[in-house]
């Protein structure tokens, strides 16, 4: 038997999902040695987080070296039809909407496992975060409310919207988060009082929304190409 320090030296070069084979020496007896065959999963440290609604999972995908490293089976703990993700800032955490079973579950980034599920979110949507990290904001495409959620207790409150909310994106440097609704604007939410501050009527139905990096234009897909 090998001690609990060893010493072990490898030579291989690892990719993504490969295995290796190194010599382990005991550090009480440095003539005994054994080849032992580990594992190695090398990333380039870019992950995404891809919902696959299908099959109820969520693919983490190394952009750098354009793989899936592994998949989370999150309709294991409730979530059918996973449809969009979105990680925190400080990217600790992602949320995932589960459209079809009204929740949300929360996967923690360093074990890569479920950590929290957050119910009653009616068909929950686009996700996005207040600057403070203290609030997500979550759309529903079946019925007029944005939900609020606050990510240490996981406590609910609602926006009321004059549509479904589709998607959802914040602003990098103000208080203000943008939903795009089913009624042809674009909300524009004081995430300090969380009312709807005014809205942007666009021609069409709006549906993904973004903001630039710089905060000085929002762009929006329409949802029926019109």
């Known amino acids: 038997f090998f001690d609990e320090a060893c010493r072990a030296e490898a030579r291989a070069v ?16 440095p ?4 080849p032992v065959a580990i594992n190695t999963h090398a ?18 995908v190394d952009i750098g070296l354009h793989g899936v490293l592994t998949t989370i089976d999150v309709g ?3 979530c059918d039809y996973p449809w969009r993700a979105t990680i925190d800032p400080a990217g600790n955490q992602v949320y995932v909407s589960c459209n079809f079973s009204g929740n949300v579950v929360v996967i923690d980034t360093n074990s890569t496992r479920v950590s929290a599920t957050v119910e009653g979110i009616a068909s ?10 203290v609030y997500a904001l979550i759309g529903s495409t079946d019925g007029g409310q944005i939900t609020v959620v606050h990510t240490k207790d996981y406590t609910v409150r609602t926006i009321t ?16 988060i943008y939903a795009t609704s089913a009624n042809g604007d674009i909300l524009v939410i004081d995430t300090s009082t969380f009312t709807i501050q005014t809205t942007i009527h666009v021609p069409g139905t709006p549906s993904a929304v973004a903001v630039s990096p710089d905060g000085r234009w929002i762009s929006a897909s329409d949802r029926f190409g019109a």
Do not use: K
């Not at 003539?31 to 054994?34: R, V």
């Not at 929950?124 to 990290?133: L, N």
């Not at 919207?161 to 203000?176: F, S, V």
């Open 161 to 176: 919207t004059p549509g479904a909310t589709y998607g959802i994106a914040a602003h990098p440097y103000l208080d203000l």
């Open 76 to 78: 294991a703990v409730g």
């Open 14 to 29: 690892c990719s993504a999902g490969s295995r290796s084979i190194v010599m382990v020496s005991s550090v009480a007896t």
């Open 43 to 60: 990333t380039s440290g870019e992950i995404a987080y891809v919902p696959a609604a299908g099959s109820d999972r969520v693919a983490l």
């Open 124 to 133: 929950p949507a686009g996700i996005a975060f207040t600057r403070d990290e």
């Open 31 to 34: 003539s005994l040695s054994s």
